[in-house]
Structures are given as C-alpha cells and as structure tokens.
C-alpha cells in the first residue's frame, strides 16, 4: 500500500518500473509484488544473485551507481576486446553503434528502472523493509528527470538498455508490447503520471 502523506512521488516510481514491471504483470499503485514472497525469493536469486539483505543492499549500489552504464562506457571508451568473449563482443559493438545516445544518457532507463522491481521482490520477499523500498524507488527520480524529458525518452532509453543486455539482439517481442502498451494505452500509467513530478 501507499503510505500516508504525498503519494505523487510513489507512483511516479513505480510508473518507472516501465516494461519489466508490466511484463511480471505488477501492479503500478502498491508496492506489494502479487507473487509471493517464495517466488520473489526465487526470481531474486535466480536473476540478480540476491539472497539475503547484504546482497539487496549491493545490488541497489550497483544499479544505482554503475549498473550496465558504466560497462557500456568502458567498452565505448576502447576497453574491454581483449577478453571480450561473443556475448560481449554483441554488446560492445552495439555500445559503439549507440555511442551518442550512451554518452548522452547512459542506460539509467534501464539501470534505473529494473531497481524498482528489484526493490519490490526484496521487499516482498522479507529482505528490506517497506521504509527501504520506497527510498530505492524514490531515489530515482532527480537521475532520471536529469537524463530524460519524457516518458517517451525514457521508454527509449529503457529499450536501449535492454539491447545492450541483450547482445544487442532485437527486443523480445513481449516486451516491446508492454512499451507500446505503456507509451499509447490511455490506462497506462505514463498517460496518467505526468513526467514532470510536482509533489
């Protein structure tokens, strides 16, 4: 549930969990998973190594502070071919076919928008408390607001990210469902969350 008080910034994050919030089908005014708590301790483990609180902790830092951005800068800048094996060289030659857009923005869409679902699961499945949760998704807001002026920019953003992730492949096409779901569905929440956040 939202908590007492302002609730604008809330919502704004969880709008901000973009396609893999709606692929996992989660909803976009509570902070509650509707999996539960086993399954969000699964997905936890299984996709982002997270196990207990330490773990949630570092993971939080790195897509916060790190994340695919700075690999993606790394490999633009020269580094990275000599070890490179063939899941890298695919991102490593779509970093330097997107530089521009990576030096402009980084993949925060991306980094920044998979912490809101990473922040749900580890609420949910026991590993921080509510009060942690809401600082994660509320933290994203100045980063993302400096990157993007729209949820147009972002939902590209978030697509480039998950190219990059994804050896520069094509997106699975579910995901580029939930895109256009969430930038043209009149119940979409970016059509009723304004980009600009006015608390």
């Known amino acids: 549930m939202l908590p007492f008080g302002p609730a604008k910034k809330h919502l704004w994050g969880l709008a901000a969990g973009g396609p893999l919030s709606a692929w996992h089908e989660e909803s976009f005014q509570k902070l509650d998973s509707h999996y539960r708590r086993d399954k969000c301790l699964q997905i936890l483990a299984e996709w982002w190594s997270i196990r207990n609180h330490e773990d949630a902790i570092t993971?939080?830092?790195?897509?916060?502070?790190?994340?695919?951005?700075?690999?993606?800068?790394?490999?633009?800048?020269?580094?990275?071919?000599?070890?490179?094996?063939?899941?890298?060289?695919?991102?490593?030659?779509?970093?330097?076919?997107?530089?521009?857009?990576?030096?402009?923005?980084?993949?925060?869409?991306?980094?920044?928008?998979?912490?809101?679902?990473?922040?749900?699961?580890?609420?949910?499945?026991?590993?921080?408390?509510?009060?942690?949760?809401?600082?994660?998704?509320?933290?994203?807001?100045?980063?993302?607001?400096?990157?993007?002026?729209?949820?147009?920019?972002?939902?590209?953003?978030?697509?480039?990210?998950?190219?990059?992730?994804n050896n520069g492949k094509q997106a699975d096409p579910g995901f580029a469902k939930k895109l256009d779901w969430l930038l043209n569905d009149s119940a979409s929440p970016w059509k009723n969350v304004g980009w600009v956040l006015r608390i």
Do not use: C
Not at 84 to 107: K, M, N, P, T, V
């Open 59 to 165: 993971k939080r830092n790195w897509l916060h502070m790190e994340g695919h951005t700075r690999e993606a800068i790394y490999f633009i800048q020269g580094g990275g071919l000599a070890n490179a094996g063939e899941d890298l060289r695919g991102r490593i030659a779509y970093a330097r076919e997107h530089e521009d857009e990576i030096l402009q923005s980084g993949l925060l869409a991306w980094d920044l928008g998979r912490l809101v679902s990473v922040a749900r699961w580890s609420y949910t499945g026991g590993l921080i408390s509510q009060a942690e949760a809401w600082e994660w998704i509320t933290s994203i807001s100045p980063p993302l607001h400096d990157a993007y002026d729209s949820w147009e920019t972002f939902g590209r953003g978030w697509m480039l990210g998950y190219r990059y992730w």
